[in-house]
């Protein structure tokens, strides 16, 4: 009689060890497989763990398959139903090895390709973080300026870390209160690591909470909660962005051109910082009375310490974006001189300061016109900030300006890569780009600036433009008729029509531009003469867009409608009295 066989080789016999080695290649594969698909379908973060753990809870299962069902030539069956003779369990054993062979091929290869697309990050340095807003724990919503302060003086201050790439405020911010995971944040910032926490302050004290967070997957590098007195702020603010920056390996930029910048005032008063705070805080939001309310806080701030540079510099800026957005005549003008002695102020203080450079580039660029003014101090902007978007951006401008849009494109991608959900930069760089005929990566651009700020006013009027490059009417009308509401949209639709086969319709919608915006946008009834081809027209609304010191004026050499007329010696002349050269890499409509 022969022996019973053991447990073991009947585990052998029918294949459950085979079964069981599929069954874990397979859902290795998938898990993988999963893992990688997921965030392009935005599926939530949960889903590839919860099929890793269903498999798991499937895995005894299947053996208890393998164990009592047998495949035969006549399909599946129950393992005591088939007779000896006609089992067939080696030659399932040796398909299993196939199987088992193609499936582990499968894992292998997602492997790789998942270590391929982990180095390569899509592009996203593990040296990059962006600063969500610290929430205001304190329960007073008077207090918010605080929390968005120090927040800020956090982005500053690990700006200063050598391979640190920083998001910047503008973009960071838009996360505040948001309900994405950590991940869809990060993608869509285009960085790493986040770092978020809470602020409460009471009284003479202040808790601080941050952790850093390696998006990837949702872990904390890092985690501390301060509590300390309140005189402390700005030494526990170097001791928090001292930690992050150890915890991604960044090194301390100690060399090299770029100069320390900051926020704080050189006395060290925190009443004085708190103003500024409050200034900075009203800046970013930007309505007519804001731009009040950041005048007097930053005044405040300069009035506890006349040597705060950044308050300076802050205090400029505010004046001559209040003077852009809501004055004219003599009243833009005195708010002009305000903005100039504030700059000037600044940079006396601290020439090192970019913040400074950066205040009086935007004031000599918008009020003066002085272009070359403009280009330098951008330049010296970008040398002492060089992490600093804002100074990229506006040195893109400056080049543009003089006519070399190439090297303002690369700029401002620059500045976009550091605030990557600042709309109007999207619209500046859509501009270039169009103005060099690239078309399809001009569209791209603004219609990136719409999905960002539906609501954005001079975007449909930028996509307009480039619709009329393309020389279709259609799209063009359909653009203007997108665009809100207001002088943009008039722009828009009187430039859309001027392609058409309306007669009418396009010089009714010129004279209506002229009748309601000609002391606002003159430069623009130039553009549309020059769709126009009427050569006169555009010249005698050129002038008259000088006069006014109408800011479109910039855009004169990467114009494709002005430059039709880059041959006519009126051209020329305009471009000397302007302060512009004559020549620019920009291409002109035929």
């Keep these: 009689m022969s022996a019973r066989p053991s447990f073991v080789s009947e585990l052998r016999r029918r294949n459950v060890f085979r079964a069981g080695a599929l069954y874990i290649g397979a859902i290795w594969a998938l898990a993988q497989g999963i893992a990688q698909l997921a965030p392009v379908f935005g599926a939530p973060d949960w889903v590839p763990r919860w099929f890793a753990i269903a498999g798991v809870v499937g895995f005894p299962f299947w053996l208890l398959f393998a164990w009592f069902f047998e495949f035969t030539r006549e399909g599946l069956k129950r393992e005591r139903d088939v007779e000896p003779a006609a089992s067939i369990t080696h030659e399932t054993g040796r398909k299993l090895d196939f199987w088992i062979i193609g499936v582990l091929a499968a894992a292998v290869v997602l492997l790789l390709t998942n270590q ?13 973080i962006a600063v969500l807003p610290l929430a205001n724990d304190g329960g007073n919503a008077d207090e918010q300026y605080f929390s968005d302060g120090l927040s800020e003086d956090l982005i500053t201050t690990l700006s200063h870390f050598a391979d640190l790439k920083v998001i910047s405020r503008n973009s960071s911010f838009k996360f505040r209160d948001s309900k994405d995971d950590s991940r869809t944040i990060a993608t869509k910032l285009g960085v790493a690591h986040l770092l978020e926490g809470s602020v409460r302050r009471v ?8 952790s850093l967070v390696r998006a990837a997957d949702g872990s904390t590098l890092w985690s501390e909660r301060y509590d300390r007195p309140f005189r402390d702020l700005f030494a526990l603010q170097d001791e928090i962005s001292n930690a992050v920056a150890g915890a991604l390996k960044a090194k301390l930029l100690t060399s090299g051109p770029a100069a320390a910048q900051t926020d704080r005032p050189p006395s060290g008063n925190l009443d004085a910082y708190a103003a500024y ?10 309505t007519e009375t804001d731009h009040q309310q950041a005048v007097s806080h930053y005044t405040t701030a300069i009035e506890l310490d006349p040597r705060y540079a950044r308050a300076w510099a802050g205090l400029s800026v505010e004046w001559t974006s209040y003077a852009q957005q809501n004055l004219e005549g003599d009243a833009a003008q005195q708010a002009y001189a305000e903005a100039r002695k504030a700059a000037d102020k600044a940079i006396a203080l601290q020439p090192d300061l970019a913040a400074a450079y950066a205040a009086r580039a935007t004031l000599r660029r918008n009020a003066d016109f002085d272009w070359a003014g403009a280009e330098a101090d951008s330049r010296r902007a970008v040398e002492l900030a060089p992490g600093d978007g804002g100074a990229k951006f506006s040195l893109g401008v400056s080049l543009a300006t003089f006519g070399k849009p190439e090297e303002a494109i690369v700029l401002t991608r620059q500045a976009i890569e550091i605030n990557p959900l600042r709309p109007s930069w999207e619209t500046w760089l ?3 780009l169009a103005s060099l005929g690239r078309l399809d990566e001009a569209e791209a651009a603004i ?14 009027q930028l996509l307009t433009i480039i619709q009329i490059q393309r020389g279709d009417a259609k799209a063009a009308l359909t653009a203007a008729q997108s665009e809100p509401e207001g002088s943009w949209k008039r722009q828009a639709l009187a430039m859309a029509y001027q392609i058409g086969d309306d007669k009418a319709a ?9 009748e309601k915006d000609a002391t606002f946008s003159p430069y623009q009834i130039a553009e549309v003469y020059a769709i126009r081809r009427d050569a006169d027209k555009t010249f005698e609304w050129l002038d008259r867009a000088w006069a006014s010191r109408d800011p479109g004026i910039t855009s004169l050499l990467t114009d494709p409608f002005i430059l039709r007329f880059r041959d006519d010696p009126r051209f020329a002349v305009f471009c000397r009295k302007a302060g512009f050269p004559t020549a620019t890499e920009a291409r002109a409509l035929p």
């Design 277 to 286: 705070l409050q200034g900075a805080f009203y800046n970013a939001r930007a």
């Design 116 to 128: 391929l697309v982990s180095r390569r990050d899509d592009g996203i340095s593990e040296q990059s």
């Design 447 to 460: 219609r990136k600036a719409i999905a960002l700020q539906p609501d954005g006013t001079g975007y449909y």
């Design 430 to 432: 859509a501009t270039y």
């Design 203 to 210: 009284g003479d004290a202040v808790r601080i909470s941050a």
């Design 506 to 514: 396009a010089d009714a919608s010129l004279q209506e531009l002229i």
